[in-house]
């Protein structure tokens, strides 16, 4: 009988086993999809970490070696900081106790699994511009991540399980919860095969991954227009285990209402691809237009980083006729777009000589879409100088505003990206301490049972900023196995 079992094989999971094995407890960790399923939502990833850092030389030790790290520029990015975007982006909804963990032990986490033997680099592409001088200007308070994404993540992580002697058992989906003497001591699961059982163990791990794949609980709790939604990542985050959990006197934690959306290829299939990953998001909005199938702007593409508004603005996209918009770039933007994403294989592009034809090819109103365009352009205060790397306060007066980055659409060809709403994990979760330890409704500890990952209810509310939900899988992860 081992004596911890790990629910879900995704960043959160792995961190969890990797304590408890490193403790010398012997860890089975059970994952519901086949090895060419695995990993959870942590493969589907871009591999981003938001850590709390004092500049190039507190992650330098981290860094995988390119000749660019010499030419970066990290601001520092301090924990007060990093609590004051979990506050300001949840609304003040975060949960301070969790918040404050996640902060304090953002950076040592990472270096622990640095320690054992994961690899990580800047990340250039994403996370940077270069200026005048050459130099790589990171924005936004993310700039780390895994080498090779999420597929380079869990493959480091499997490697590292199996080495400190973690058994892994794929294909096991799991069911109730085991509850004996008031102490969650297993869970029964079946595979594939047809073959049943139940586990047995002293401790019991749930990083099983949201609701978000499934369309019943996300209408139920999101919304109505949310079943509609594409899945991001991975289909088999269907609230198996939040049903489990639940069923045996856990508490709901967090926010059941809100989730992680963000803008997605509206050709993609309705869940994740795992040739293409991460690269069917749409994340360079903030440098063109944002338009509907009604030829109307709806948000401020330009209000914040993209890290600080990505998130959020997949359910604005949602909410518009279809659940359909169309990122709206010309010749002069589009070679500043990322390439990892907008030149992917089979990218959705409509490409159009004039304004006029790229509207009639797009379905978009034909009258409203000059309109916006014209107003737009002729909004942009055009003596301020733009600077991709800074909020740098080039804006355009119209109405909804773009605060940063506008730049005119005039130059042909032009270019219309068609977007819609991918769902990538829900926020609500189980109600848990700072140690991951499960809560029943009247705040008292479960015992047995702990939480970590996209389980763990009360981080995130609304929004979110970009790179803390593989940090806070690791955080928690590691404070559950380290007293599973």
Same mark, same amino acid.
């Given at each position: 009988?081992?004596?911890?079992?790990?629910?879900?094989?995704?960043?959160?999971?792995? *961190?969890?086993?990797?304590?408890?094995?490193?403790?010398?407890?012997?860890?089975? #960790?059970?994952?519901?999809?086949?090895?060419?399923?695995?990993?959870?939502?942590?493969?589907?990833?871009?591999?981003?970490?938001?850590?709390?850092?004092?500049?190039?030389?507190?992650?330098?030790? #981290?860094?995988?070696?390119?000749?660019?790290?010499? $030419?970066?520029?990290?601001?520092?990015?301090?924990?007060?900081?990093?609590?004051?975007?979990?506050?300001?982006?949840?609304?003040?909804?975060?949960?301070?106790?969790?918040?404050?963990?996640?902060?304090?032990?953002?950076?040592?986490?990472?270096?622990?699994?640095?320690?054992?033997?994961?690899?990580?680099?800047?990340?250039?592409?994403?996370?940077?511009?270069?200026?005048?001088?050459?130099?790589?200007?990171?924005?936004?308070?993310?700039?780390?991540?895994?080498?090779?994404?999420?597929?380079?993540?869990?493959?480091?992580?499997?490697?590292?399980?199996?080495?400190?002697?973690?058994?892994?058992?794929?294909?096991?989906?799991?069911?109730?919860?085991?509850?004996?003497?008031?102490?969650?001591?297993?869970?029964?699961?079946?595979?594939?095969?047809?073959?049943?059982?139940?586990?047995?163990?002293?401790?019991?791990?749930?990083?099983?991954?949201?609701?978000?794949?499934?369309?019943?609980?996300?209408?139920?709790?999101?919304?109505?227009?949310?079943?509609?939604?594409?899945?991001?990542?991975?289909?088999?985050?269907?609230?198996?285990?939040?049903?489990?959990?639940?069923?045996?006197?856990?508490?709901?934690?967090?926010?059941?209402?809100?989730?992680?959306?963000?803008?997605?290829?509206?050709?993609?299939?309705?869940?994740?691809?795992?040739?293409?990953?991460?690269?069917?998001?749409?994340?360079? /909005?903030?440098?063109?237009?944002?338009?509907?199938? *009604?030829?109307?702007?709806?948000?401020?593409?330009?209000?914040?980083?993209?890290? /600080?508004?990505?998130?959020?603005? %997949?359910?604005?996209?949602?909410?518009?006729?279809?659940?359909?918009?169309?990122?709206?770039?010309?010749?002069?933007?589009?070679?500043? #777009?990322?390439?990892?994403?907008?030149?992917?294989?089979?990218?959705?592009?409509?490409?159009?000589?004039?304004?006029?034809?790229?509207?009639?090819?797009?379905?978009?109103?034909?009258?409203?879409?000059?309109?916006?365009?014209?107003?737009?352009?002729?909004?942009?205060?055009?003596?301020?100088?733009?600077?991709?790397?800074?909020?740098?306060?080039?804006?355009?007066?119209?109405?909804?505003?773009?605060?940063?980055?506008? @730049?005119?659409?005039?130059?042909?060809?032009?270019?219309?990206?068609?977007? $819609?709403?991918?769902?990538?994990?829900?926020?609500?979760? @189980?109600?848990?301490?700072?140690?991951?330890?499960?809560?029943?409704?009247?705040?008292?500890?479960?015992?047995?049972?702990?939480?970590?990952?996209?389980?763990?209810? %009360?981080?995130?509310?609304?929004?979110?900023?970009?790179?803390?939900?593989?940090?806070?899988?690791?955080?928690?992860?590691?404070?559950?196995?380290?007293?599973?």
């Amino acid at each position: 009988m081992p004596h911890v079992v790990v629910i879900g094989g995704g960043n959160a999971g792995f *961190s969890a086993a990797h304590a408890a094995a490193a403790r010398g407890r012997e860890v089975l #960790l059970l994952e519901r999809g086949r090895p060419d399923e695995a990993g959870g939502n942590s493969f589907y990833t871009a591999g981003a970490f938001r850590i709390a850092h004092h500049g190039l030389d507190d992650v330098a030790e #981290l860094l995988e070696p390119d000749p660019r790290n010499a $030419t970066a520029v990290l601001t520092p990015y301090p924990q007060d900081l990093f609590l004051k975007d979990m506050r300001e982006l949840t609304g003040g909804r975060t949960d301070a106790g969790l918040a404050g963990v996640l902060a304090a032990e953002s950076g040592p986490a990472l270096r622990w699994l640095h320690g054992l033997g994961l690899r990580f680099r800047l990340m250039f592409e994403r996370q940077s511009y270069p200026d005048d001088s050459g130099r790589h200007v990171f924005w936004g308070g993310l700039a780390v991540g895994s080498v090779d994404g999420g597929k380079g993540l869990v493959s480091q992580h499997t490697r590292a399980a199996l080495a400190g002697g973690v058994e892994i058992r794929y294909g096991h989906r799991c069911g109730d919860l085991v509850v004996r003497n008031g102490r969650v001591c297993g869970v029964r699961w079946s595979a594939a095969d047809g073959t049943t059982g139940v586990v047995e163990a002293e401790s019991v791990v749930l990083a099983a991954g949201g609701f978000e794949a499934d369309p019943r609980w996300r209408r139920e709790h999101l919304g109505a227009g949310w079943e509609r939604a594409l899945v991001r990542g991975t289909p088999l985050n269907t609230g198996d285990m939040l049903r489990s959990a639940l069923a045996v006197g856990a508490a709901r934690g967090g926010d059941w209402s809100s989730c992680h959306s963000v803008a997605w290829d509206a050709g993609a299939a309705t869940s994740g691809d795992r040739e293409l990953t991460n690269r069917l998001t749409r994340q360079s /909005y903030p440098l063109g237009i944002v338009v509907n199938s *009604s030829g109307r702007r709806f948000v401020d593409e330009g209000a914040d980083f993209r890290n /600080y508004t990505y998130a959020k603005y %997949g359910g604005e996209i949602l909410r518009q006729p279809g659940g359909l918009a169309f990122q709206v770039f010309d010749s002069e933007i589009r070679p500043l #777009l990322r390439t990892e994403e907008y030149d992917a294989p089979g990218a959705s592009v409509i490409v159009a000589s004039s304004l006029e034809e790229l509207a009639l090819s797009a379905g978009i109103d034909l009258p409203r879409f000059i309109g916006t365009v014209e107003d737009f352009n002729a909004g942009i205060d055009e003596s301020v100088r733009f600077d991709a790397a800074v909020k740098d306060g080039r804006a355009s007066r119209v109405d909804p505003p773009k605060s940063n980055w506008a @730049l005119p659409i005039r130059t042909p060809p032009f270019y219309a990206f068609p977007v $819609t709403c991918g769902i990538t994990f829900t926020f609500g979760g @189980l109600a848990a301490d700072e140690h991951g330890r499960v809560m029943d409704a009247d705040g008292a500890v479960i015992p047995g049972l702990f939480v970590c990952g996209e389980m763990l209810g %009360g981080l995130f509310s609304g929004n979110y900023p970009g790179g803390t939900g593989l940090t806070a899988g690791t955080v928690f992860g590691r404070r559950a196995g380290m007293l599973a």
